[in-house]
């Protein structure tokens, strides 16, 4: 049974990226993509996803407020931060609001990878 992603960001390349390597990988299925908070609301509402790929710095609502928001809403939906900013603060915020793990930008592919299969088994994950 594949893990259902919703990837969330506010760069359209990033999600491409984020798409096209994931889709290399087994078990793991990108059923949508959202650019800002509303469309977030709305693609979870619709596709059920069972993980959101959380970017932190989004314009007008920021990934962590989006994820509490969404985490109030849906609580039993997973959320991974996504983030390039390495910041401590930030991870226990994004923790505080409901993520499960906090993995940054930088890290190589098969990190995130471990990130999402981690999360997705109800297993914390924060980055190195």
């Not at 992603?5 to 959202?34: C, F, K």
């Not at 401590?88 to 990190?111: D, F």
Request: overall charge negative.
């Amino acid at each position: 049974m594949s893990t259902r992603i919703l990837l969330v960001d506010d760069h359209p390349l990033v999600r491409e990226g984020l798409r096209a390597r994931l889709a290399q990988t087994p078990d793991i299925e990108v059923v949508g993509e959202a650019g800002d908070a509303e469309q977030a609301f709305a693609r979870v509402a619709m596709l059920r996803p069972d993980l959101v790929l959380m970017d932190v710095g989004m314009k007008q609502v920021n990934g962590i407020e989006l994820t509490a928001r969404l985490r109030e809403k849906h609580p039993a939906l997973r959320v991974l931060m996504l983030s390039m900013y390495d910041n401590p603060e930030y991870v226990h915020r994004a923790l505080a609001a409901g993520a499960m793990g906090y993995v940054l930008k930088e890290a190589p592919s098969e990190e995130i990878v471990e990130a999402i299969v981690a999360v997705a088994a109800g297993r914390q994950f924060l980055g190195s």
